[in-house]
C-alpha cells in the first residue's frame, strides 16, 4: 500500500507560479513512476506529467509543456510540480498517483495509487 498527500496547492493570478508536492509513505517509493492528473468541474480527469522511477524521464501533456516540471526526490519519498505561466484553464483540482509500471503512464489506468487532490485556482 501506498499513501500520498499532496500539497502546495491554491489561488493564484495567470502568468504567477506554484509548486506542488506530493509525500508517499507505504511501500518503497522508488519502486514506483509516478504521475501528476488534473480535473476540473464538469471534465474529465487528464494526465498532466509523469516521472520514471529513477526521475531518468519524464513526459508532459501538450498543454502544459515548456511550463510545467516534474521532479522527485526518492531520498525523500516526494515528487514535484513545478508550474510557471499559470493560464485560468490549469485551474484544476490536481491529484498524485503512483504506478507500477512505466509503460503508457499517460493513461490514469496505469496508476494504482492516487492522493485526496490539491485545488489549483488560476485568476484572470
Not at 6 to 35: D, I, K, N
Not at 49 to 70: C, H, M, N, Q
Not at 74 to 96: G, H, I
Amino acid at each position: 500500500q501506498v499513501q500520498l498527500v499532496e500539497s502546495g496547492g491554491g489561488l493564484v493570478q495567470a502568468g504567477g507560479s506554484l509548486r506542488l508536492s506530493c509525500a508517499a509513505s507505504g511501500r518503497t517509493f522508488s519502486s514506483y513512476a509516478m504521475g501528476w492528473f488534473r480535473q476540473a468541474p464538469g471534465k474529465e480527469r487528464e494526465f498532466v506529467a509523469a516521472i520514471t522511477r529513477s526521475g531518468g524521464s519524464s513526459y508532459y501533456a501538450d498543454p502544459v509543456k515548456g511550463r510545467f516540471t516534474i521532479s522527485r526526490d526518492n531520498a525523500n519519498n516526494t515528487v514535484y510540480l513545478q508550474m510557471n505561466s499559470l493560464k485560468p484553464e490549469d485551474t484544476a483540482v490536481y491529484y498524485c498517483a503512483a504506478a507500477p509500471t512505466t509503460y503508457n503512464l499517460y493513461s490514469a489506468r496505469r496508476y494504482d495509487y492516487w492522493g485526496q487532490g490539491t485545488q489549483v485556482t488560476v485568476s484572470s
